[in-house]
């Protein structure tokens, strides 16, 4: 059983502390927000996550699991320290990486004995040589430490799955022994795992980050030329997936990628290459066409309604994907802000996400159930692909609409099936033109 410190209790954190927990170790969970540690203590969660408040909180009961915002409590103790803070985009497009600073500052001047210290937030390459200087300086003289880089590919609403079941495990330190003393924690898992430098470590995230989220900015490319040329992106995706050099993974076309991860680091990728001399024009590609992404379904929306001002519109999603009320870099919200900028009336429902996009968005209407949401709607908004919505009553929806029009953002229905009720529907790339070459 290992003693082990987390500090920054948000999605990784979280995921990771109750990961750890459950397998045997004794775990700190700390943060400095004084609100979020309460509402631990008190076995609610800050964040929604799936299966994540069962895995908390059978760990909490067991003791193994606890959470603290001093970290005089955990770090003298600890064998091994997770930095698990956030690094969001700063406006030139690079990691903001103030807090991982002040968490590396504080950990060092708790220090005692020998500590690993496992750098899992996304840092810049280099980030590890930072942190490395950094807590040689502050910490004191009688103790010692490694950095073992150590980055998380936990997918949100899916990450209690993943953390359980990884693709990989991956280590960079310039230290050996650190490092096959860290993968003895992920041993039990049964994952492949990978022990390398920690520059190339840091790498390792960033593209494959960055090749994910090319691969959804090329379908939607695609999809782009579907609608002019007739072609269906569900079909054609379909075809390219059965090629094994392809796959079918990320090729769904929609309203692009957004959330915590995608958007920042391929940003902070397109930054650290320029300031390196190199010339990264795929990545502004697929960063300018997820842009345009969410632009092109207002569009749409106008071609269809003509004069947005005035006009009621629902809208069903907020979050970023499905199975999380995360709303950061959220396709869903940049659409409900360019609707409103227009003048549209803008009613909108998800299961998870609402109070955390009335935070952002606080001129918009939230309504209580998907059906409130359409009632006198001139057109429904599909911007998240929750299961409650594939899954709706399209009758019912119809019956309460003033007009029955459908922009599916997320594909998530069958175009023939949908106008066979009556509705106009328009998806991403489900081109159904007949005139081509006319």
Not at 189 to 218: C, G, V
Not at 255 to 267: A, E, M, N, Q
């Amino acid at each position: 059983m290992a003693t082990i410190a987390i500090v920054g209790l948000g999605y990784v954190g979280l995921v990771y502390g109750g990961a750890f927990a459950d397998l045997g170790n004794s775990v700190w969970g700390i943060d400095i927000d004084v609100e979020k540690v309460d509402k631990l203590r008190q076995g609610t969660m800050p964040i929604y996550e799936p299966g994540l408040q069962e895995l908390i909180r059978r760990n909490v009961e067991a003791g193994r699991l606890r959470f603290t915002t001093d970290y005089a409590e955990a770090i003298p103790d600890a064998e091994f320290v997770f930095i698990c803070v956030g690094t969001p985009s700063t406006l030139d497009g690079d990691a903001d990486m103030r807090a991982v600073r002040a968490a590396a500052e504080t950990i060092a001047r708790h220090l005692s004995g020998h500590t690993i210290i496992v750098n899992k937030s996304t840092m810049p390459i280099g980030s590890g040589d930072f942190i490395s200087a950094l807590v040689e300086q502050l910490k004191p003289s009688d103790a010692t430490f490694a950095i073992v880089t150590n980055p998380e590919f936990l997918r949100e609403g899916s990450a209690v799955y993943d953390v359980f079941h990884p693709s990989r495990i991956v280590l960079g330190a310039e230290d050996r022994e650190a490092a096959e003393r860290v993968a003895e924690l992920y041993r039990v898992l049964d994952a492949p795992i990978l022990i390398t430098d920690r520059r190339s470590a840091e790498m390792i995230k960033y593209a494959s980050n960055a090749i994910l989220a090319t691969r959804i900015s090329f379908i939607n490319e695609i999809a782009q030329i579907c609608e002019q040329v007739g072609a269906d992106i569900k079909i054609v995706a379909q075809g390219m997936g059965y090629d094994p050099r392809i796959g079918p993974l990320f090729l769904e076309a929609g309203l692009g990628f957004g959330g915590s991860c995608f958007p920042k680091d391929v940003r902070a990728l397109a930054a650290m290459a320029e300031r390196v001399g190199c010339h990264p024009q795929l990545l502004h590609a697929v960063l300018e066409i997820n842009e345009d992404q969410r632009r092109r379904f207002v569009r749409k929306v106008q071609e269809l309604l003509g004069d947005l001002y005035g006009r009621p519109i629902a809208l069903w999603g907020l979050a970023f994907k499905q199975d999380t009320d995360d709303v950061r870099e959220s396709p869903a919200l940049d659409v409900l802000r360019m609707l409103l900028q227009r003048g549209a009336l803008v009613t909108a429902y998800d299961p998870a996400a609402m109070t955390n996009a009335a935070r952002e968005v606080p001129d918009a209407r939230y309504a209580p159930d998907p059906y409130a949401a359409v009632v006198g709607a001139d057109a429904l908004l599909i911007a998240t692909p929750w299961n409650e919505f594939k899954q709706a009553d399209l009758r019912r929806v119809k019956r309460l609409m003033r007009t029955p029009i459908i922009v599916d953002g997320r594909n998530i229905y069958e175009p023939a099936e949908v106008r066979s009720l009556g509705f106009v529907y328009v998806g991403v790339g489900r081109g159904h033109r007949a005139d081509l070459g006319s």
